[in-house]
């Protein structure tokens, strides 16, 4: 996108407007992560990604060794709705010039 579109952005949600139809990075609660394409979003930021990779990443303490256990799981689905209440961050596409 140009410098002309970019100054379009006037409210918070035109940022997500302009990634409609564009792969998004979405940081949830509970240690998910979601990337995929953006069909549609309301001013809840209820999404509906797709296709879309699921990340859940897990820490777990090893009682004896007090080492952390990092495990990460990743699964891809067609099609996805995202509850806006458990979005913590929605970064667009990378734009290169």
């Known amino acids: 996108k140009n410098w002309g579109e970019m100054t379009a952005?006037?409210?918070?949600?035109?940022?997500i407007r302009l990634s409609l139809d564009e792969e998004v990075y979405v940081k949830c609660r509970g240690?998910?992560?979601?990337?995929?394409?953006?069909?549609?979003?309301?001013?809840?930021?209820?999404?509906?990604l797709g296709p879309v990779e699921e990340t859940v990443t897990t820490t777990e303490v090893d009682a004896e060794t007090d080492e952390e256990l990092v495990q990460t799981s990743r699964r891809n689905m067609e099609m996805l709705f995202v509850r806006g209440d458990v979005v913590i961050l929605v970064s667009p596409p990378v734009r290169t010039a």
């Open 9 to 15: 952005i006037t409210q918070p949600l035109d940022l």
């Open 31 to 48: 240690s998910r992560e979601l990337r995929g394409k953006l069909h549609a979003f309301d001013q809840h930021l209820n999404m509906v």
